[in-house]
T-cell receptor, first 115, second 117 residues
Framework: AQKITQTQPGMFVQEKEAVTLDCTYD???????LFWYKQPSSGEMIFLIY??????QNATEGRYSLNFQKARKSANLVISASQLGDSAMYFC????????????FGKGNQVVVIP | DGGITQSPKYLFRKEGQNVTLSCEQN?????MYWYRQDPGQGLRLIYY???????QKGDIAEGYSVSREKKESFPLTVTSAQKNPTAFYLC????????????????FGEGSRLTVL
């Protein structure tokens, strides 16, 4: 079965600093996709970044980058130059063919950016 | 604008009543999903559909029902059999893998918050 683990407690980050959010996953499928979503207090889920299991490079999208360590089964999200608007819950998710390509989500990391 | 519309945003229900949450998308996506989110928790899949007139149970389907009569619409009914229905419900859609350059990312609606009184 596929499993996503996010265990960090809530984090406080100083504005303009970088923050790393941990995500580990477990799957026996060689082919899978990893996603990060942001959920502000309003509730909507916002897609941030994607990493495929066969991608050679770590994914980057603006201030978001993914530290993908395949052997360790980790896909940590790095947010550079934090802004007040980055305060939100962040969810890691995985899609595998074994899971019929549905997305399975972790429990999330809470980030609060302080001025 | 293209997107996913969920309604109502807030809903109150008495115990023993069925309620239906609406989800409409104009993204021309084949797949649609319903997730449930409880406070401090991640999203858990209730039902999903990859084609009209077909749907599959997710991890927590008991007490819920869905229909997919049109590609754009995937309503969720929370029945009286659902023992703890108070939660935040999120609808999502996606293309199927193999279509275009998609990654299978989900596009979400703004959610519906159901409270049982």
């Amino acid at each position: 079965a596929q499993k996503i683990t996010q265990t960090q407690p809530g984090m406080f980050v100083q504005e303009k600093e970088a923050v790393t959010l941990d995500c580990t996953y477990d799957t026996s499928d060689p082919s899978y996709g990893l996603f990060w979503y942001k959920q502000p207090s309003s509730g909507e889920m916002i897609f941030l970044i994607y990493q495929g299991s066969y991608d050679q490079q770590n994914a980057t999208e603006g201030r978001y980058s993914l530290n993908f360590q395949k052997a360790r089964k980790s896909a940590n999200l790095v947010i550079s130059a934090s802004q007040l608007g980055d305060s939100a819950m962040y969810f890691c998710a995985m899609r595998t063919p074994y899971g019929n390509n549905r997305l399975a989500f972790g429990k999330g990391n809470q980030v609060v950016v302080i001025p | 604008d293209g997107g996913i519309t969920q309604s109502p945003k807030y809903l109150f229900r008495k115990e023993g009543q069925n309620v239906t949450l609406s989800c409409e998308q104009n993204l021309n996506h084949d797949a649609m999903y319903w997730y449930r989110q409880d406070p401090g928790q991640g999203l858990r899949l209730i039902y999903y559909s990859q084609i009209v007139n077909d749907f599959q149970k997710g991890d927590i389907a008991e007490g819920y029902s869905v229909s997919r009569e049109k590609k754009e619409s995937f309503p969720l009914t929370v029945t009286s059999a659902q023992k703890n229905p108070t939660a935040f419900y999120l609808c999502a859609s996606s293309t199927l893998l193999g279509q275009g350059s998609n990654t299978g990312e989900l596009f979400f609606g703004e959610g519906s918050r159901l409270t049982v009184l």
